[in-house]
């Protein structure tokens, strides 16, 4: 149980345009979704955290304007890349909280989103 | 406020022998701890994780991992390293709530020479 599926794994876009990753929590109930960012040989930067139904809280350095989280529902968060330049080229990964595990604080992955900006 | 150190970038073992991946953390409450693992261009896998009951906690594929409070430590051990152990491993401290932060360790690759 707790799969988290993130889509899509790869993706290719030109400059300038948008990019959405889609986060789904199959088989739970995620209260909290984080967004990463992962540079080559790096750990994970955490981007922003979003709770369902409320904006997404930013860390600092993060452009809220150019990544829009959207967290709609339970099992769904967005991640949308605007405008995008060659600079966000990266490995995002997004995880998730189960509503009824949080006691644990044990985060479930999605599988990470490979993004090219040519 | 909580902290994690991963004390290897890079640690090399032989196929057969033991894997031994260093993290200590720092917390101001009593922390959960986890481990987990990230082969290439994918995301992470939960391998074993400390939520205060045993502090020796057992994971999948024969890892395990001592929670020892006065050496503010949660090393990652292995009796026998296999060649599908190379990847990258991640020490993760956070407490429990489901809106705690959750903090990560720089990451130890594990390469395993056959």
């Known amino acids: 149980g707790a799969v988290v599926s993130q889509h899509p794994s790869r993706v290719i876009c030109k400059s300038g345009t948008s990019v959405k990753i889609e986060c789904r929590s199959l088989?739970?109930?995620?209260?909290?979704m984080f967004w990463y960012r992962q540079f080559p040989k790096q750990s994970l930067m955490l981007m922003a955290t979003?709770?369902?139904?409320?904006?997404?809280?930013?860390e600092q350095g993060v452009e809220k304007d150019k990544f829009l989280i959207n967290h709609a529902s339970l099992t769904l968060s967005t991640l949308t890349v605007t405008s995008a330049h060659p600079e966000d080229s990266s490995f995002y990964i997004c995880s998730a909280r189960d509503r009824a595990r949080t006691n644990t604080g044990e985060l479930f992955f999605g599988e990470g989103s490979r993004l090219t900006v040519l | 406020a909580q902290s994690v150190t991963q004390l290897d970038s890079h640690v090399s073992v032989s196929e057969g022998t033991p894997v031994l991946l260093r993290c200590n953390y720092s917390?101001?409450?009593?922390?959960?701890l986890f481990w987990y693992v990230q082969h290439p261009n994918k995301g992470l896998q939960l391998l074993l994780k400390?939520?205060?009951?045993?502090?020796l906690v057992k994971g999948i594929n024969g890892f395990e991992a001592e929670f020892k409070k006065s050496e503010t430590s949660f090393h990652l051990t292995k009796p026998s390293a296999h060649m599908s152990d190379a990847a990258e491993y991640f020490c993760?401290?956070?407490?429990?709530?489901?809106?705690?932060?959750?903090?990560f360790g720089t990451g130890t690759k594990l390469q395993v020479i056959p």
């Open positions: 088989d739970f109930q995620a209260t909290t």
């Open positions: 917390s101001s409450y009593s922390p959960s």
């Open positions: 993760v401290v956070t407490r429990s709530g489901g809106y705690q932060k959750v903090t």
């Open positions: 979003s709770n369902e139904g409320s904006k997404a809280t930013y």
């Open positions: 400390y939520t205060s009951a045993a502090t």
